[in-house]
């Protein structure tokens, strides 16, 4: 994510000086960091859906486990069992991992507890597991109750989401205010960006998009860090 961040601004960069090069303008450098802003942006969009998938994923792991293991099956059959049919890639390699590191003589649990995909709920169940083992107590009951814990914590993440998704759009829709209004002048026969060629307009300019740009990342930081309290 982060190499892909920088070479979307690399590439911005190098369109933008080209462009600048070119007596383009500065215009052509605010177009290109609105650009790279906006790909930016897309990237962590897919990442955080990503994660989302991962987390529902480790949670229908989370039922499949305790399932299998109330049939009578071993913690690392039920695990092989909910590698082969989990949904997400990082959630089945961790599955895996952990059944073939039981298979040569290891703990699968304790490995599982430094499971990173489908957090942190793999994690808590390698915990469970590790936990139990060393207590005798029975781990049915332990993971179905977590897996009850997990559902209700991702209802709870999907209600909070819900109600982030107004001040969002609003945000969003704030952040496009500017160039509508640039548009709606256009339209009506006028040259809104005769003042770019100018110092002032230019200063102007280059602080507004900036402003924009630092509102918008702002926002998503509000919201992702509201989501990230959540277990």
């Known amino acids: 994510m982060r190499r892909r961040g920088l070479a979307l601004w690399v590439g911005a ?9 070119g007596g383009v303008g500065v215009l052509s450098l605010v177009v290109a960091a609105g650009v790279a802003a906006a790909g930016v942006a897309r990237l962590r969009a897919g990442q955080r ?4 998938r991962e987390r529902r994923a480790a949670v229908a792991a989370l039922r499949v486990v305790a399932s299998e293991m109330a049939t009578g ?4 059959e039920a695990l092989a069992v909910a590698a082969r049919e989990a949904a997400q890639a990082a959630v089945r390699s961790e599955l895996t991992c952990a059944v073939a590191f039981g298979q040569w003589g290891g703990d699968e649990a304790a490995l599982l507890v430094r499971a990173r995909a489908g957090a942190p709920w793999l994690s808590q169940l390698g915990g469970c597991l ?3 083992a060393q207590t005798g107590a029975g781990p049915v009951a332990v993971i179905e109750g977590l897996a009850h814990r997990a559902d209700q ?6 209600e909070v989401a819900a109600a982030l998704a107004g ?3 609003q945000a969003r829709i704030l952040a496009a205010l500017p160039v509508a209004g640039v548009l709606l002048g256009a339209a009506l026969g006028g040259n809104p960006l005769r003042l770019v060629g100018t ?12 402003l924009e740009i630092a509102g918008l990342a702002w926002m998503r930081r509000l919201t992702e860090r509201s989501l990230a309290l959540l277990p």
Not at 73 to 76: E, G, K, S
Not at 153 to 158: A, D, F, K, L, P
Not at 199 to 210: E, F, H, S
């Open 199 to 210: 110092p002032l307009g230019t200063a102007l300019l280059v602080a507004g998009w900036g």
């Open 167 to 169: 001040p969002r759009a």
């Open 73 to 76: 099956r071993t913690p690392r």
């Open 130 to 132: 590790t936990v139990c």
């Open 153 to 158: 914590g991702e209802q709870h993440r999907h």
């Open 49 to 52: 859906r990503n994660r989302d």
């Open 13 to 21: 960069a190098t369109v933008g000086v080209i462009a600048w090069g």
